[in-house]
Nanobody, 126 residues
Framework: QVQLVESGGGLVQAGGSLRLSCAAS????????MGWFRQAPGKEREFVAA????????YYSDSVKGRFTISRDNAKNTVYLQMNSLKPEDTAVYYC???????????????????WGQGTQVTVSS
């Protein structure tokens, strides 16, 4: 089992940047594929980015591709989401999630993930 704690959210102006972190407990962090999802008020949770266990493969939603970068440091049990050129529509609660098996065809499905953090709020003002 793994516990996830997100941090790094906050209020930023449009065009600005934030870096989210997700710290995982346990010694098996490198065994998990990791993902970031977000949920805006009144909307369903949506996929943002995912990364394989080694960090060698990454996936992004079309809405963030080219602006966001997911990375991980297995020595620190942490996954990151660098968010640049933020837009008001990026405003949401951001969640990190872990899965033992990151299927290339299902990485964007929240049902794919076994463990979830509590979320961190990101607000982008116009």
């Amino acid at each position: 089992q793994v516990q996830l704690v997100e941090s790094g959210g906050g209020l930023v102006q449009a065009g600005g940047s934030l870096r989210l972190s997700c710290a995982a407990s346990g010694r098996t962090f490198s065994s998990y594929g990791m993902g970031w999802f977000r949920q805006a008020p009144g909307k369903e949770r949506e996929f943002v980015a995912a990364i394989s266990r080694s960090g060698g493969t990454t996936y992004y939603s079309d809405s963030v591709k080219g602006r966001f970068t997911i990375s991980r440091d297995n020595a620190k049990n942490t996954v990151y989401l660098q968010m640049n050129s933020l837009k008001p529509e990026d405003t949401a609660v951001y969640y990190c999630a872990a899965t033992l098996v990151l299927y290339s065809g299902r990485y964007y499905l929240d049902a794919q993930y076994d463990y979830w953090g509590q979320g961190t709020q990101v607000t982008v003002s116009s």
